[in-house]
């Protein structure tokens, strides 16, 4: 620590550090427009000139650094006079005269303007007026009193350029060139915060422009819509598109992203109890000030419109409409269509199911609902085969399946192996984690290695070999027979490419313990087998690396938000709550959907899951949901399987509920209600509340508060106790557990095959199309419209004779699925590939129950 002085104050700082960021840790406000955070300086807008004693003239705080005995003042009138003058010659090339008039408090947008006719544009019109960083800074810096205008006689550069027109071709982002001060903070964010390099600072000299791509529009260039960019723009240039005009917000809540299990945090703000932007929270030390598009984005999926305001209730028989309900009369109906089923053929007719997009506190209710109020042991989610098959896996290698590894580990890597299909679109921020650890940024150096195991190519290939790894394709349910084979150092059969011998130099070099490495793995959420298969491969690889501290650097992320927090609960047939063992094992989804077909399940109660969506083989799923006496729903939207229901009661989406989500690393993240309830819509735990009380008598439960849930979650369930007494650890807590062994598993090596003349179907988790959006079939689920479309490889489309956005029409055992095809060298030869959650899910009826890649035949209605 050094000690400085600033304006005459003594403060400790860190040694070497940026003197920029030590002024505003210590409250003294720095204009500093070009500065960002952590990031080498550019040192473009030297707005952040300050005085430091014994240094020849004034000095650039942003590229200076801390040294013991600095003495540093920022609030000599010369400094000032030095600081308004270079952001006068900003301001010079921006539409800007509100900004130094000294009138501007007093004018309101069509008022005459003293100095134009009428005031129709500039900060009053603005869409960032009063959250601008310029506009603030030309505040905090006296711009109007001081009358600093150096372009007397109107001489001012912005009006004598033409400026580029906006772009506003895409559904999130605004791009208006005009606002632009060439700070460049967007081209370094996008570069070195994203490694994506989608902007650059185009031309030289004064034409000199921010552009995306080579100068066309954002959506065709490769930004992914992260919104880094926006973040750090600090004027109007770069926005985001659907709250523009309306995000003055009144509040602001912190909550957890719902949409998958990487769990970072943010912040939306509202107005009128509804969301109208939002930006990163900090809570969660792995996301920190990044998400990705579906966690800036998707709570603007639907139009409110489409969102459960009424509880609804259909007495007739299959078919008949559904008619809106109050909640008394909803509650009483459901609990006595229960009852009724229990009086008649016993409590183990009826079966639960939780969810992974419903907090852990619902969950909780939703098992103890069925186990302790009805008396049923049957209790799972839909799409939970999948992450049982990992669970099981890991526990029997290392005794626990709640894993040490904490996924800050990944951006402090040497050596990075990755499994997965494309984890840049299912878990981007892990992605990005990697992505720092192999690219690093020029303050912060890394170079670790990565190995990436995956049939589907995605952004991450650009991470391995160009940066010294191996990217090693696999035909879909091949990965973990190649782990394993690395693991044992065996040759792995069957890759479609890859330098097999380099990937074992990296498994070799990983072996050395003063490397930190980390195994990423992300299971399909869909197919069973491979998913415990490569749970089993993964653990062997990380057990012959790493030994008994194998667990630590074995990161597994499940595809959706809260699958650990579920299975933690006890939203599973085998285990209680804290994952003990179940009193009485219940069945699997699976095993209830046959009962329910054969007549002996007769009732189900389902809370935020959409089996209808998430489970493969749905056409069996909708024969046994229709078969059951009772079906009763708890959903924020009429879902496909809400539609089959006797009884849906109308629940608050995730982002207006208050409880936790645990994510892949069982870190247990806060949501706190930031939506307020629409129309009849009540929160999902008061529904369970009340059915509990009608169905086991009035003072059954007594919750209050959510918290109340959320506290009897601490006391009960093994490893939950981080909470209440440590609220303030939101986010940093983590529910794992230390692993008791390290037991190499058998990994089985059949991978599926096509028959002949057709192709390999698999499905999986895409980037862009919304969960909510998606469980509608709504046709904006994807707004860009990328991932509507079976991707096939250019050599199989030439052989199919199809064009490239031709429809096609899949046809497998199970089904037929007519769909536009997309020719793309993202797939392998051989194999189709369609997005898990396009159109509700309508992939999932050409698989089988076992959610296996199955044959497919594509249709072609019209060869070329
Ligand atoms: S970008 Fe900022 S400074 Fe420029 S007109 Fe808008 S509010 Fe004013
Ligand atoms: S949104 Fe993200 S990827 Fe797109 S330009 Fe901005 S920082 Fe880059
Ligand atoms: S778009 Fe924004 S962040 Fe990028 S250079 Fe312009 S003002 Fe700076
Ligand atoms: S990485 Fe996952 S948790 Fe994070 S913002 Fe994206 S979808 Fe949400
Ligand atoms: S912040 Fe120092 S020059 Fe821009």
């Not at 990944?410 to 840049?424: K, V």
Request: aromatic fraction near 4%; glycine fraction near 8%; charged fraction near 20%.
């Amino acid at each position: 620590m050094a000690k400085i002085t600033l304006n005459g104050v003594q403060i400790d700082a860190p040694d070497g550090a940026p003197l920029v960021e030590v002024i505003k840790k210590s409250g003294v406000w720095i204009s500093n427009l070009c500065y960002i955070d952590g990031l080498v300086p550019y040192a473009g807008c030297r707005t952040c000139l300050v005085e430091i004693e014994g240094a020849r003239g004034l000095q650039l705080s942003c590229t200076a650094r801390v040294a013991d005995g600095m003495v540093v003042n920022t609030e000599p009138q010369h400094v000032k006079d030095a600081r308004q003058q270079v952001l006068a010659i900003i301001n010079a090339n921006h539409s800007d005269r509100c900004l130094t008039c000294h009138r501007r408090v007093k004018c309101m947008p069509g008022d005459i303007c003293l100095r134009d006719d009428v005031v129709t544009h500039r900060c009053v019109t603005c869409s960032k007026n009063y959250r601008c960083e310029l506009q603030t800074t030309n505040e905090l810096m006296d711009m109007g009193f001081d009358n600093v205008e150096p372009w007397a006689g109107e001489a001012r550069s912005y009006y004598q350029s033409e400026q580029p027109d906006p772009d506003r071709a895409n559904p999130w982002f605004e791009f208006d060139p005009q606002m632009c001060i060439l700070c460049t903070r967007c081209v370094r964010a996008c570069d070195e915060i994203r490694h994506t390099s989608a902007i650059t600072l185009a031309g030289r000299g004064f034409p000199s422009r921010i552009a995306f791509g080579t100068g066309g529009r954002i959506d065709e260039s490769d930004c992914d819509f992260c919104g880094a960019c926006i973040d750090v723009c600090p004027t109007a240039t770069l926005m985001e598109k659907p709250n523009k005009w309306i995000a003055r917000t009144e509040d602001w809540a912190s909550t957890t992203c719902n949409s998958c299990s990487v769990g970072c945090t943010i912040s939306i703000g509202t107005r009128s109890g509804r969301a109208v932007i939002v930006k990163p929270d900090r809570a969660n030390p792995v996301s920190l000030d990044q998400i990705c598009v579906r966690g800036r984005f998707h709570y603007d999926a639907l139009p409110d419109k489409q969102r459960l305001q009424r509880h609804l209730v259909r007495r007739g028989p299959a078919g008949s409409p559904q008619s809106s309900a109050h909640w008394d009369e909803l509650v009483g109906y459901a609990a006595q269509q229960i009852k009724d089923v229990v009086a008649k053929h016993g409590a183990a007719s009826v079966a639960v199911l939780g969810s992974p997009f419903a907090t852990n506190e619902e969950n909780y209710l939703a098992q103890k609902l069925a186990r302790d109020v009805i008396g049923t042991p049957h209790v799972d989610f839909s799409s939970a085969a999948p992450n049982r098959a990992v669970a099981k896996a890991l526990e029997a290698a290392f005794g626990t399946e709640a894993l040490a590894a904490d996924m800050l580990r990944i951006a402090a890597s040497d050596i990075i192996i990755c499994i997965a299909d494309d984890l840049e679109s299912s878990h981007n921020i892990a992605a990005l984690r990697i992505k720092d650890a192999v690219a690093g940024q020029p303050a912060a150096p890394h170079a670790a290695q990565l190995l990436l195991v995956s049939h589907l190519e995605g952004e991450l290939e650009a991470f391995a070999e160009p940066y010294g790894g191996v990217w090693l394709r696999t035909r879909p349910g091949a990965e973990a027979a190649a782990i394993d084979a690395l693991a044992k150092g065996a040759a792995p059969a069957g890759l479609l490419r890859g330098d097999a011998a380099a990937a074992h130099a990296i498994v070799a070099a990983a072996k050395d313990e003063k490397k930190t490495v980390s195994i990423v793995y992300a299971p399909s959420g869909i197919d069973a087998a491979a998913a415990g298969n490569g749970a089993r491969a993964a653990a062997n690889l990380a057990i012959a690396l790493r030994g008994d501290s194998a667990a630590e650097s074995l990161h597994v992320l499940p595809t959706e938000a809260n699958v650990n927090g579920a299975r933690d609960m006890g939203a599973d047939p085998e285990h209680a709550p804290g994952r003990a063992a179940a009193a009485a094992p219940g069945m699997s989804f699976d095993q209830m959907v046959d009962a329910a077909i054969a007549g002996t399940l007769k009732a189900m109660v389902i809370v935020g899951d959409n089996p209808l969506m998430l489970a493969p083989g749905r056409a069996r799923v909708a024969q046994a949901l229709a078969a059951l006496d009772a079906l009763v729903v708890i959903d924020s939207l009429l879902t496909d399987t809400a539609k089959a229901a006797h009884v849906v009661f109308a629940d608050v989406p995730s982002y207006g509920k208050t409880g936790t989500y645990t994510n892949a690393e069982r870190r247990v993240n806060r949501l706190h209600a930031a939506l307020a309830a629409l129309g009849d819509a009540r929160p999902a735990l008061l529904a369970l509340t009340d059915l509990a009380n009608a169905i086991g008598g009035a003072s059954t439960w007594s919750y209050m508060h959510p918290d109340a849930v959320t506290d009897e979650i601490a006391a009960n369930v093994a490893g939950y106790g981080i909470f209440p007494a440590s609220r303030s650890a939101w986010g940093r807590a983590r529910a794992s557990e230390a692993a008791s062994k390290s037991e190499p598993q058998t990994v089985a090596a059949a991978a599926p095959s096509a028959a002949s003349g057709e192709l390999l179907l698999t499905a999986g988790r895409t980037l862009f199309t919304s969960l909510e959006g998606a469980a509608l079939g709504s046709p904006d689920a994807d707004k860009l419209h990328r991932e509507e479309a079976v991707e096939l490889h250019p050599a199989d489309a030439a052989a199919l004779r199809v064009a490239d956005g031709a429809e096609v029409t899949l046809v497998t055992a199970h089904g037929e699925l007519a769909l536009p095809c997309k020719i793309s060298g993202r797939v392998a030869e051989g194999v189709a590939y369609v997005s898990s959650y396009y159109r509700a899910g309508a992939v999932m009826q050409l698989f089988d129950r076992s959610g296996a890649p199955v044959s497919v035949r594509v249709k072609v209605a019209a060869p070329v």
